[in-house]
């Protein structure tokens, strides 16, 4: 049995003392919840930041918070918005090309679609190698949005 620290009545167990309302003993504190990413690698985390790009990278960097992974995983949602500037922008200069040379009657704009497999290969190429950089446990920045993306996490 137990019995109240100020009063000495019976509290059985309970939180706070039936008679005279006192707290019984220290309640433990509720433990912090364990991050998702918990039981990964740092270096396996920041390789997974850039696996299906920006959408694993904003998971890692909002859940993780590891300076490491948020930042791999910041520079995965910035090479990706990147990608897709560039494959707009060649896309209105393919257009233009294209349309200036059929105005004036040469009919070779169909050739800037060369370029396609060459920004592809560009695209993959940096991927592969930002994974293999993250795996290494390299923090490899790239050259303009790298600067930026370490000042936006602050790692």
């Known amino acids: ?10 509290v059985a167990g309970a939180a706070f003392c039936p008679k005279c309302g006192a707290a019984q003993g220290a309640v433990a504190p509720a433990a912090p919840a364990a991050p998702a990413t918990e039981g990964i690698e740092e ?15 904003l998971i890692f960097l909002l859940i993780d918070k590891r300076p490491f992974v948020r930042f791999h995983g910041a520079q995965s ?19 233009v090309i294209t349309a200036l040379l059929v105005a004036i009657h040469l009919p070779i704009g169909f050739l800037s679609f060369l370029l396609v497999p060459v ?16 795996y290494s ?5 790239l050259p303009i949005i790298g600067d930026m993306v370490e000042k936006m996490v602050g790692a």
Not at 1 to 10: R, V, Y
Not at 77 to 95: E, M, P, R
């Open 1 to 10: 049995m137990a019995f109240c620290g100020s009063c000495g009545a019976d």
């Open 43 to 57: 270096n396996v985390a920041g390789l997974l930041c850039y696996v299906f790009g920006w959408i694993t990278g």
């Open 77 to 95: 949602i910035a090479f990706n918005i990147c990608f897709v500037i560039i494959w707009i922008a060649y896309l209105i200069f393919s257009f």
């Open 119 to 134: 920004i592809w290969i560009a695209f993959i190429g940096t991927w592969i190698f930002l994974m293999y950089k993250a």
């Open 137 to 141: 446990h390299e923090k490899f920045k």
